[in-house]
Nanobody, 124 residues
Framework: QVQLVESGGGLVQAGGSLRLSCAAS????????MGWFRQAPGKEREFVAGVSRSGSATYYADSVKDRFTISRDNAKNTVYLQMNSLKPEDTAVFYCAASYGAAGVRGQNNYLYWGQGTQVTVSS
């Protein structure tokens, strides 16, 4: 079993940046494809970005492409989401998730373990 703990959320002005981290417990972190999702108030949780087990392949939702960067450090059991040029519509609770399946899959059912989420608020 894997436990995931997100950090790095907060309040930022539009155009600013934040870096989210997700620390995983256990020795098998590199066995999982990882993803970031977000859920805005009144909306469904949606896929944001995904990364393969080695970190060599990354995947993004169109809405964040060229602004967000996902990466991982398997030695530190951590996955990151660098968010630049933030917009008010990026305001959401951000979750990291771990999957035994293929990397970059957008369906939530593909992900077995979830963190508790971290709030990101972007003011205009």
């Amino acid at each position: 079993q894997v436990q995931l703990v997100e950090s790095g959320g907060g309040l930022v002005q539009a155009g600013g940046s934040l870096r989210l981290s997700c620390a995983a417990s256990g020795r098998t972190f590199s066995s999982y494809a990882m993803g970031w999702f977000r859920q805005a108030p009144g909306k469904e949780r949606e896929f944001v970005a995904g990364v393969s087990r080695s970190g060599s392949a990354t995947y993004y939702a169109d809405s964040v492409k060229d602004r967000f960067t996902i990466s991982r450090d398997n030695a530190k059991n951590t996955v990151y989401l660098q968010m630049n040029s933030l917009k008010p519509e990026d305001t959401a609770v951000f979750y990291c998730a771990a999957s035994y399946g293929a990397a970059g899959v957008r369906g939530q059912n593909n992900y077995l373990y979830w963190g508790q989420g971290t709030q990101v608020t972007v003011s205009s």
